[in-house]
């Protein structure tokens, strides 16, 4: 809720804040309430052994009441609500945006089926909103169903659909395949990612131009352009820092970027006029960013 009353900035199902913490750290969450609700945002945190900070001092440190300072919402993972019948898989907490896509389909009185899958029940996410669907939502509980779910062949029995997956990477990378094996246009086939798929260190070894002042940095291998930055002084906005986000878009003047995350089309990564400089590098010996 506004601290100060009113409305929220609206936002469309798929949307995501980023929510700034005291301690320095910004993390994204997807919305998961019906948009048409504009006095609150809706997140779900699901509380990570290996988190880097964000979901332990959510779980652990804020109370009710407290107030944080988050941004106005972002969309990267739209629904498109034209579409005959939309076909929404998701895996643990890659469930959250679903549940707002599927009240906005309700709203629009539009064809979609959920496909759910999780490791247990217990460690399934939102399942009284989720069981509230009826037999719109396929609910697969691996210690109760023998086999994955076979993602090309619901591709192949759905014509015409548009399909939306958010998951942990294996069913993002079994979603990819399927896409790839079923000839789906890629128009209809959209992916979020919550976790970064390159686990390899920042790639570094290259020269940085900072066009607003002419600085010249040195990026070091194991180092991403963020880090060099920020140690320069440079203030530079970052939240998930694995490229998934996209708070860290900067505008690229000159050179080649390595892209490496995960926010930029194909024809976005074509242009070169943009990167994420939280996760890629270089393919030229020097960058010109508007910085």
Known sequence: MRALGGALPPFTAGAHIDVHLPTGLSRSYSLLNAPEERHRYVIGVAREPDSRGGSRYLHESVLPGERLVISAPRNLFALDEAAAHSVLIAGGIGVTPMLSMAKRLDRLGKSWQLHYCCRTRSMAAFLDDIAAHGDRVD???????????????LI????????????????????NSAVAATGLPPARAHVEYFQ??????????FL???????RVLTVP???SILETVQAAGIAATSSCEAGICGECQVTVLGGTP?????????????????????????KSEKLVLDL
């Open 196 to 205: 970064p798929v390159d686990d390899g260190p920042p790639p570094g070894g």
């Open 221 to 223: 291998p194991g180092k």
């Open 139 to 153: 609910l697969r509980v691996d210690d109760e169903h023998a086999g994955f779910l076979d993602i090309a062949a």
């Open 208 to 214: 940085i131009e900072l066009a607003r002042s002419g």
């Open 156 to 175: 192949r029995s759905t014509a015409d659909a548009h399909f939306y997956c958010c998951g942990p990477k294996p069913m993002l990378a079994a979603f």
């Open 258 to 282: 390595d892209h490496r995350d995960l926010v930029l089309s194909d024809a976005e990564r074509a242009a070169n006029t943009a990167m994420m400089i939280c996760c890629s590098g270089a």
